[in-house]
């Protein structure tokens, strides 16, 4: 099993429309976990920690389900600019504060006018 | 906003070259990292580094790599004899203490070729 798995996508969707993307980790252990968006070619740019009661960011609601290992994101109202591919990212460190991050793969998300 | 900055944006060498990466991380963070991106792959984790010392590091990170905070600003990595599987971007990232957890950001990173 890989240890975070992403649906590569991709996924295109209207301008406007709300769009979920889930996330799988194999490691119980894992501590933190994030949802960071990268533009082609450029650096990864962190979107939302995830906490475990979940948590909201505008149009962005992040969730995480320790039980099942899972992680989830929906962008709601998506715009043109949301257009990216975007990384579940989890915490494979094996001290507190040395955060060793695992990236999915990705996922591409292109939103149409 | 602090945010993290690498030197060169871009570098070309020669198979079996000495490269060496810059990165200024945000002034007041503690945790240092690395990372790096084969093109079309995903982000993989290189080393972590806190107080002068490594605190882990991956398989990818063997004896050719090695990092270095020579000053109280920059954080390098040095590549001692370069491979053609070399070629990636290279990513610095640091972090600090947040509520939860500890976030990382991420620097605009160096676009490594090995020719």
């Known amino acids: 099993r890989k240890e975070v798995e992403q649906d590569p996508g991709p996924f295109n969707v209207p301008e406007g429309a709300t769009v979920a993307f889930n996330c799988t980790y194999s490691?119980?252990?894992?501590?933190?976990f994030f949802w960071y968006r990268q533009d082609c070619r450029k650096e990864p740019k962190l979107l939302m920690s995830v906490y475990s009661s979940g948590n909201e960011d505008g149009r962005f609601t992040a969730q995480l389900n320790r039980a099942s290992q899972y992680i989830s994101l929906l962008i709601r109202d998506s715009k043109l600019s949301d257009s990216a591919t975007y990384l579940c990212v989890v915490n494979a460190g094996s001290n507190f504060g040395n955060e060793k991050l695992t990236f999915g793969t990705g996922t591409r998300l292109t939103i149409i006018p | 906003e602090p945010e993290v900055t690498q030197t060169p944006s871009h570098q070309v060498t020669q198979m079996g070259q000495e490269v060496i990466l810059r990165c200024v991380p945000i002034?007041?963070?503690?945790?240092f990292y690395w990372y790096r991106q084969i093109l079309g792959q995903k982000v993989e984790f290189l080393v972590s580094f806190y107080n002068n010392e490594i605190s882990e590091k991956s398989e990818i990170f063997d004896d050719q790599f090695s990092v270095e905070r020579p000053d109280g600003s920059n954080f390098t990595l040095k590549i001692r004899s370069t491979k053609l599987e070399d070629s990636a971007m290279y990513f610095c990232?640091?972090?600090?203490?947040?509520?939860?957890?500890?976030?990382?950001?991420f620097g605009p990173g160096t676009r490594l070729t090995v020719t």
């Open positions: 490691n119980s252990a894992s501590q933190s």
């Open positions: 002034s007041n963070h503690l945790y």
């Open positions: 990232a640091s972090s600090e203490p947040v509520a939860g957890g500890y976030e990382q950001y």
